[in-house]
């Protein structure tokens, strides 16, 4: 087992338990034998006032997943199978505790709360829906006891819907499935650069001019034309809907109105409120804008309008003024802002931020209600209002500046950018969606140190809770933001509430299988990155090859057929390297020990192109740093293509490429409109030989002999993928060498993306 893990083979791992949970319950005691079967048209009880809607909600869940049409109790002092009960003087902790009861007389969920019972309803939920599951066939649930409660009161996910907008019922279906991870916080990022989404009757314009942007790039596939601009903002009518939904599941809908910087579309609705009196376009790129809040007595009173509306939308104790990521560029320039600034006894223009972010939490708390914001005038040394919860997403250097926020007297909520940051793409499989460097795992998001590190006792109790951020400036559409979330959003949940002693990579792994069993009931289209099957291919002799197979995880049963069929949970077992012919179509899925499909099919072809050609995926980056994944306009047929990019540099290494007998190659590319804000201070502009440019494949580095030149003058307004050709010329003994293949002229003017090379003989 020992050598197996150490070079990368997926293996099998004991048998999960019967009660396979996701989070793990705080305490449970299985009994020694015995168990309860619940059947189609099994009774259902409540007890206690509110629990009905809970109760009916379970019943559908049922239903939908397990296929059990369970019922409710009609007859008094029957003997229900299950019975929903809130007792104000229950053994559980405290509104969100919980118990649940399994012997011969039937289950008994016991709760303080309402909040509490559908925590625990959940539970029961998955104790309906083991590991194997059949849907329709009575579930026998194992005796036992189960004592729960959450390690922390704040369990998030930040839905950003300025960047890219979502329905209400997409939004919806997120409430739903956060519920059942026992998430209750969704912190909705609903103002932004790119588009205020957020109707305020007082200031129209906000949404009649700063929730459009023009169509640039892959907007336009949404819109249907690039002259038809990318529109949306959600109507009191619908915040009230969707803080009612998520009332009803015990999410809590925390706003954010993020300022004085991500404002553009504000000030583009209202030129008064920045620093400049001219009034921009909303923002079509992504990135830092420069464009702040002018933070003057009228803007004051402006923000203080949008915070009276924001509250009676919102009734959450919460509320976020966000205060990252504000370039001063526009205020150090401003006569006006450095005389402000100078008349309030400030040195910086840090200070002046916190002086205005001060003025907004003032009149927050003044009504009852507590500021939220990001840690990033910590990071620059200002200090943030005293009452104001810190979301810290700066997670480098052991968590410094979270320490820094919790020795300051704030709480603290941690959303690390490295691990928590659901945007980011999560492997270097050719097939990975998009998202920006770098990957952050399944693991890496379970292993998130929630305490900071050289945190006291006393210390740590200033952290609140754990938050997850979906930033959609790349994820265009739900299916991408499911991607996404699932099944990451089980490490998370884990984090926020499972106690630290439960911490245990081998044991959440043994618990995934039954988790993604009930989100494939669910219909939620999560991603398998992590236990997808990645393919290392080599020559071997007499024209055949060897192939290794792996996994992120290292967990499951990778099983492979040779003969074009799909592996099924009987296929070959992977166990040692292989060595196959040419001309065989390799597939392979990944299982688990109950004969789950973890991973979906992967093909890797084995023929006489298989070396000589390269994605980008496999490619290096010339710069050395991490690449973006980016999206591709989608084909007429086929799926959408994704590259890896090193956006701004449009250079890539193939090392060690084998170049005996090469005479021609090919290369498939795309050009994208530029909407990188933050990375064209950095574009590296390279001298083109021609007036419409070229890629250029070199031999050694990126300054040794050129093998190929390719002119790109036919690509001139062509969209989407165009194959470029040359003959190759092979300098003097040319074996293997390394290769630097990149694009010339300026990628701001259209930043190009390398998807495929490939040599011939």
């Known amino acids: 087992m020992t050598w197996l893990a150490t070079t990368g083979v997926a293996v099998a791992v004991p048998a999960t338990p019967a009660w396979s949970l996701m989070p793990l319950p705080a305490r449970m005691q299985p009994a020694a034998a015995g168990s309860f079967k619940i059947a189609d048209g099994a009774e259902v009880a409540v007890h206690g006032a509110d629990l009905q809607p809970i109760a009916d909600r379970f019943m559908q869940l049922v239903a939908n997943t397990r296929g059990l049409r369970l019922r409710m109790a009609t007859t008094a002092g029957a003997h229900p199978a299950i019975t929903f009960e809130v007792d104000p003087h229950a053994d559980a902790a405290g509104d969100a505790g919980y118990r649940i009861a399994v012997n011969d007389q039937g289950i008994r969920v016991i709760a303080r709360t309402p909040r509490g019972i559908f925590y625990g309803s959940v539970t029961l939920w998955q104790l309906l829906t083991p590991p194997g599951w059949t849907r329709g066939a009575p579930a026998d649930v194992a005796d036992g006891i189960i004592d729960d409660q959450p390690r922390f009161a704040w369990r998030a996910l930040l839905l950003d819907s300025g960047r890219h907008y979502q329905g209400t019922a997409d939004i919806k279906k997120l409430i739903d499935w956060m519920s059942l991870s026992k998430l209750n916080v969704l912190l909705w990022h609903v103002t932004e650069d790119q588009g205020w989404r957020l109707e305020i009757p007082k200031y129209p314009e906000l949404t009649k001019v700063g929730a459009c942007r023009k169509a640039v790039g892959l907007d336009a596939e949404l819109t249907g034309s690039a002259d038809k601009p990318y529109c949306g903002y959600y109507t009191e009518a619908e915040v009230r809907d969707i803080v009612r939904y998520a009332g009803e599941r015990f999410v809590d809908v925390v706003p954010e109105i993020d300022l004085p910087g991500h404002s553009q579309a504000a000030i583009a609705a209202y030129p008064w409120l ?9 923002w079509t790129e992504w990135g830092v804008s420069p464009w702040l809040l002018n933070p003057n007595e009228k803007t004051l009173r402006f923000v203080d309008d949008v915070l009276d509306e924001v509250m009676r939308l919102f009734p959450s104790k919460y509320i976020s003024l966000g205060g990252d990521e504000a370039d001063k560029q526009q205020w150090n320039a401003s006569s006006e802002v450095r005389a402000q600034m100078h008349r309030l006894g400030l040195s910086n223009m840090d200070q002046l931020q916190g002086w205005f972010i001060g003025q907004l939490a003032d009149h927050l708390v003044k009504n009852g ?44 909520v941690m959303t690390p950018q490295e691990s928590l940051y659901f945007d980011h793409y999560q492997s270097d499989l050719p097939d990975e969606w998009a998202g920006p460097p770098p990957a952050a795992t399944l693991r890496q998001a379970y292993d998130t140190a929630v305490i900071p590190h050289g945190a006291g006792a006393g210390e740590a109790q200033r952290i609140i809770g754990v938050q997850a951020g979906l930033w959609t400036e790349q994820m265009a559409t739900f299916a991408h933001d499911q991607h996404a979330v699932f099944p990451r959003i089980t490490a998370l949940s884990e984090l926020g509430w499972s106690p630290a002693g439960a911490h245990d990579w081998n044991g959440f792994l043994q618990r995934m299988p039954a988790e993604l069993a009930r989100y494939r009931a669910l219909g939620i289209d999560y991603a398998d990155s992590a236990f997808a099957p990645a393919f290392h291919v080599a020559a ?19 099983r492979y057929t040779t003969d074009g069929s799909a592996p099924t949970n009987r296929s070959a077992p992977y166990v040692r390297p292989l060595t196959l012919p040419g001309k065989t179509s390799l597939k392979a899925a990944t299982f688990a020990p109950d004969g789950f499909e973890l991973a979906a099919p992967r093909t890797q072809a084995l023929d006489e192109t298989t070396l000589l050609a390269r994605d980008s995926s496999a490619l290096a980056t010339c710069s050395g740093q991490p690449a973006s994944r980016l999206d591709g306009r989608r084909p007429t047929q086929g799926p959408r293509p994704v590259y890896a990019v090193d956006i701004g540099n449009a250079c890539w290494l193939w090392p060690q490429a084998s170049l005996d007998g090469i005479g021609h190659v090919v290369l498939t590319v795309e050009r994208m409109a530029w909407r990188f804000g933050d990375e064209a201070k950095d574009a590296v502009v390279r001298h083109k030989a021609s007036t419409a440019g070229e890629f250029e494949i070199h031999a050694g580095s990126c300054s040794g002999p050129l093998l190929a030149s390719l002119p790109l003058a036919h690509a001139a307004g062509t969209t989407g993928q165009i194959h470029l050709d040359a003959d190759v010329a092979l300098p003097m003994g040319t074996g293997v060498r390394d290769l630097c293949i990149f694009a010339t002229g300026d990628p701001r003017d ?3 993306a390398l998807a495929r090379m490939a040599f011939s003989k």
């Open 540 to 558: 071997a002799t007499s024209g055949t090859f060897q192939v290794e197979l792996s996994n992120q995880t290292g967990f499951g049963t990778i």
């Open 274 to 282: 920045g620093v400049t009196g001219q009034r921009p376009a909303v």
């Open 750 to 752: 259209g930043q190009w």
């Open 369 to 412: 209600r507590t500021p939220v914001g990001w840690d990033d005038e910590l990071v620059a040394g200002a200090t943030l209002p005293a009452s104001q919860v810190v979301m810290s997403w700066h997670g480098d250097d052991d968590e410094r500046v979270a320490l820094q926020a919790i020795r300051q007297g704030h709480d603290v």
